[in-house]
T-cell receptor, first 111, second 116 residues
Framework: QKEVEQDPGPLSVPEGAIVSLNCTYSNSAFQYFMWYRQYSRKGPELLMYTYSSGNKEDGRFTAQVDKSSKYISLFIRDSQPSDSATYLCAMSATGAQKLVFGQGTRLTINP | GAGVSQSPRYKVAKRGQDVALRCDPISGHVSLFWYQQALGQGPEFLTYFQNEAQLDKSGLPSDRFFAERPEGSVSTLKIQRTQQEDSAVYLC??????????????FGSGTRLTVV
């Protein structure tokens, strides 16, 4: 079993919908939680990061971390066709330099 | 430069050939990482440098993989005697600080290696 599990999708929703993406993990040492967006043939780019538990909001994006359940989520409000991409969750432990990524969820927003 | 630059963007190698992949990190970034991303998968850690020191190479899949960063700037990932299972996108990333901090990693666009 992988340390980080993420449903690969694909997920297809109409423009304007609220999108919910999530990951589960098994390593209780993870303290840093990130969401990256990856467009086709590009490298991942950092969208959101959260330290430990809680919520963080940035524009249309909200990241949530529930350490008790080992579950993290990313919500996208008022989704746009330009949000169509693969979304990767990533995590790291305190003092660790490497990130552990989920498989990625491929998202399509239909106009 | 403004971002992480990787070259070549695409590489086709015959099985058994050696390849070298180059990464130019963001100027001033002391941390440099290599990841391997297979088709339809998330990136997997290969190795990490702090300046010229290779501090973690636990993710290198075999002794055919070798990475260096001799002057603490440009890095090269070398794969000897390539195999079909080496086909993947190789991503380089650099960071000012711990990757979980507010700056995170900055990734390059990757080198897509196809072994035929």
């Amino acid at each position: 079993q992988k340390e980080v599990e993420q449903d690969p999708g694909p997920l297809s929703v109409p423009e304007g919908a609220i999108v919910s993406l999530n990951c589960t993990y098994s390593n209780s040492a993870f303290q840093y939680f990130m969401w990256y967006r990856q467009y086709s043939r590009k490298g991942p780019e950092l969208l959101m990061y959260t330290y430990s538990s809680g919520n963080k909001e940035d524009g249309r994006f909200t990241a949530q971390v529930d350490k008790s359940s080992k579950y993290i989520s990313l919500f996208i409000r008022d989704s746009q066709p330009s949000d169509s991409a693969t979304y990767l969750c990533a995590m790291s432990a305190t003092g660790a330099q490497k990130l552990v990524f989920g498989q990625g969820t491929r998202l399509t927003i239909n106009p | 430069g403004a971002g992480v630059s990787q070259s070549p963007r695409y590489k086709v190698a015959k099985r058994g050939q050696d390849v070298a992949l180059r990464c130019d990190p963001i100027s001033g970034h002391v941390s440099l990482f290599w990841y391997q991303q297979a088709l339809g998968q998330g990136p997997e850690f290969l190795t990490y440098f702090q300046n010229e020191a290779q501090l973690d190479k636990s993710g290198l899949p075999s002794d055919r993989f070798f990475a260096e960063r001799p002057e603490g700037s440009v890095s090269t990932l070398k794969i000897q005697r390539t195999q079909q299972e080496d086909s993947a996108v190789y991503l380089c990333a650099s960071s000012l600080e711990h990757p979980g901090g507010p700056y995170g990693y900055t990734f390059g666009s990757g080198t897509r290696l196809t072994v035929v």
